[in-house]
């Protein structure tokens, strides 16, 4: 039933012009999870999120947020949903107290539980210390954290994040995958797109890919590496001048699709039988072609997205 469910959409479409932006996709979400939501630029994820969170009227399918539709019912849909953008949605020339206790007053708080809810969401993300400055002199994890604390006035029972921790350091974005842990935990489901694959990797349990408006592939991490094979072969040449001959030599023994870069002698094969691997690499050295390094692993997400759509991981949102 799709109150078992998040989120359960089945054929989902959005039409602009003659462009399909989001062509029939389904969704079936589970609650209490932090569900990955990948994709290229102009895939249809930010389109697809804008219906669910009812910003948008599909023009075909249908989907239920809670067992609730989200155009005959979209009043109770948002009772129940929060929407975080990929930039700061806050007034950087209030305090970090003053937006949260504007935003606690919007949200239905009387002026006295304003201001507790918001000392409750400064202090729970580390900001007590900055509660009085203005927020344009925060740093951007410190304003990243504010964002998503703005969105969790009243705790929502799904989170819409899109790309938190975009352009934030390495510190301020294991903060932020901690918050997220912390409101899985209370209950909250979290829809997540990201552009950094490694993020949905330590964070989603599942994971969707979509590229040109379709849902391409979806599982967890390990399956979705799984799918492109059974590991990825990494090979550097010392001469990128034969780097056409080795591509030709390792795709006619591997069976397989090559990706490299125009230019650098770098090769990445994703290999279906990697009995294959010792053969071909002797192939290469018998052509003369010579290989400075080389290695065998298991595929990255970053492998897989590329794999699967065709683009590197940072040409995409």
């Known amino acids: 039933m799709t109150n078992e469910y998040a989120i359960k ?7 602009f012009g003659d462009q399909r932006a989001v062509d029939g996709v389904d969704l079936s979400i589970p609650k209490g999870m932090v569900y990955g939501f990948l994709g290229p630029n102009g895939a249809g994820k930010t389109t697809t999120i804008r219906m669910l ?11 239920h947020i809670f067992g609730h539709h989200i155009v005959s019912e ?9 929407l975080t953008g990929q930039y700061a949605s806050i ?11 504007i935003l606690s007053k919007l949200a239905g708080y009387s ?13 729970a993300f580390g900001l007590g210390e900055a509660a009085k400055k203005q927020v344009k002199k925060y740093s951007g994890g410190m304003r990243r954290r504010i964002d998503i604390a703005a969105s969790l006035i009243s705790t929502p029972d799904l989170l819409f994040l899109d790309e938190p921790t975009t352009g934030l350091d390495p510190r301020s974005r294991n903060q932020v995958w901690e918050i997220i842990r912390t409101l899985v935990k209370a209950g909250t489901t979290v829809l997540l797109t990201t552009q950094y694959l490694e993020e949905a ?3 989603a349990e599942r994971i969707a890919v979509i590229n040109k408006g379709k849902i391409i592939a979806e599982g967890t991490s390990r399956e979705l590496k799984a799918s492109v094979g059974a590991g990825t072969l990494h090979v550097q040449l010392d001469d990128s ?11 006619e023994k591997l069976q397989t699709s090559i990706h490299s870069p125009p230019e ?7 290999v279906s039988d990697a009995s294959l691997v010792a053969k071909a690499l002797g192939d290469l050295t018998n052509e003369n072609i010579r290989v400075s390094d080389f290695s065998l692993g298991k595929p990255s997400l970053d492998e897989v997205f590329l794999t699967l759509t065709g683009e590197k991981a940072e040409e995409k949102k």
């Open 9 to 15: 959409a089945k054929g989902l479409v959005k039409v």
């Open 53 to 63: 969170a009812t910003l948008l009227q599909p023009d075909g399918g249908e989907a």
């Open 74 to 82: 979209a009043g109770k849909v948002r009772e129940r949903i929060s």
């Open 91 to 101: 007034d950087e020339d209030l305090t970090g107290m003053e937006n949260l206790v």
């Open 111 to 123: 002026r006295k539980e304003a201001k507790v809810r918001a000392n409750e969401l400064l202090v």
């Open 201 to 203: 990797d330590q964070l």
């Open 241 to 251: 001048d034969q780097q056409e001959r080795a591509i030709h030599i390792l795709q």
């Open 264 to 270: 650098g002698g770098a090769l990445t094969v994703q």
